[in-house]
């Protein structure tokens, strides 16, 4: 099962590289000065929604952002679900059935993707295949993630943590070079 898992995961690479990349206007922004925000992430357990929940909240309270949108990827069936990811109040997914054969999503991410953010935030480590698809059609104006990942050529602003790449450290390198109002 795993090799046909890295053959699905070589050819969605190979389309999503052959994917048209959207129009959208690239400009710089800061937590300050955005109002809306797209978080992507790859679901692993409940305390790490959880800790993208408070993420989310804590984007609101602090920098005023009008809107925090997350939307993640669970790799499992819906008949598998775990029940804290079932009730899609405050953060929206997509799951293996949402995918075609190569990976790439064709359900539950189409609101996402209509979103006019601001900053999109990948927060997945950015080698889930199907989560690059959706940063890519995304039509974000700043895209940020991680330096060393497959995501890598999508994002507009990068961040070099080498193997440190826990998400909090992640969150914590976000608010500290995010919340620079000299950003734009």
């Known amino acids: 099962m795993k090799f046909i898992q890295s053959i699905k ?19 710089g922004y800061n937590f300050n000065s955005a109002t809306r925000i797209g978080v992507l992430y790859l679901d692993s357990d409940e305390s790490f929604y959880n800790q993208i929940r408070f993420y989310a909240r804590q984007l609101k309270e602090q920098f005023d952002v009008k809107s925090v949108i997350c939307l993640g990827y669970v790799n499992e069936g ?13 953060l929206n997914y997509f799951a293996k059935e949402d995918l075609n054969w190569h990976l790439k999503p064709l359900q539950n991410v189409e609101s996402f993707l209509r979103e006019d953010f601001d900053i999109l935030l990948d927060l997945s480590g950015g080698n889930s295949v199907p989560l690059n698809y959706v940063l890519k059609e995304s039509k974000a104006r700043m895209k940020v993630g991680l330096r060393g990942t497959k995501g890598e050529r999508y994002y507009d602003f990068l961040l070099n ?5 826990s998400t909090e450290q992640m969150m914590e390198q976000l608010n500290m070079y995010l919340s620079n109002p000299k950003i734009k």
């Open 9 to 27: 995961e070589r050819l969605g690479i190979r389309f999503l590289h052959r994917e048209p990349e959207p129009n959208r206007e690239r400009r």
């Open 78 to 90: 819906k008949k598998k679900f775990p029940s804290y990811q079932v009730q899609k109040l405050e």
């Open 161 to 165: 943590m080498g193997s440190n790449t």
